[in-house]
Nanobody, 112 residues
Framework: QVQLVESGGGLVQAGGSLRLSCAAS????????MGWYRQAPGKEREFVAR???????NYADSVKGRFTISRDNAKNTVYLQMNSLKPEDTAVYYC??????WGQGTQVTVSS
């Protein structure tokens, strides 16, 4: 049974930073593609960033240059470093594994 547990969300002022973490268990983490998605109130869930087992990364245009996804395979953890946060980044952020498994989400709120 794969479990993904996110942490690190919170309230931050515009221009600030947060780092989200997602701890995974129940799978061979090092070979899995891991991703971050987000869902704002009244909107559909959208892609934010992904990282392959080999460390290749992709980002949504809206976060490119501000967010960085990384992973520590020894800790079975994926991170999302979010800098220069904007009010429009406010959403529940979800960790995803292999487009199959989801975490429970962590709230990020950016005040203007």
């Amino acid at each position: 049974q794969v479990q993904l547990v996110e942490s690190g969300g919170g309230l931050v002022q515009a221009g600030g930073s947060l780092r989200l973490s997602c701890a995974a268990s129940g799978s061979i983490f090092s070979i899995k593609v891991m991703g971050w998605y987000r869902q704002a109130p009244g909107k559909e869930r959208e892609f934010v960033a992904r990282i392959t087992g080999g460390g290749g990364t992709n980002y949504a245009d809206s976060v490119k240059g501000r967010f960085t996804i990384s992973r520590d395979n020894a800790k079975n953890t994926v991170y999302l470093q979010m800098n220069s946060l904007k009010p429009e980044d406010t959403a529940v952020y979800y960790c995803n594994q292999a487009l199959t498994y989801w975490g429970q989400g962590t709230q990020v709120t950016v005040s203007s």
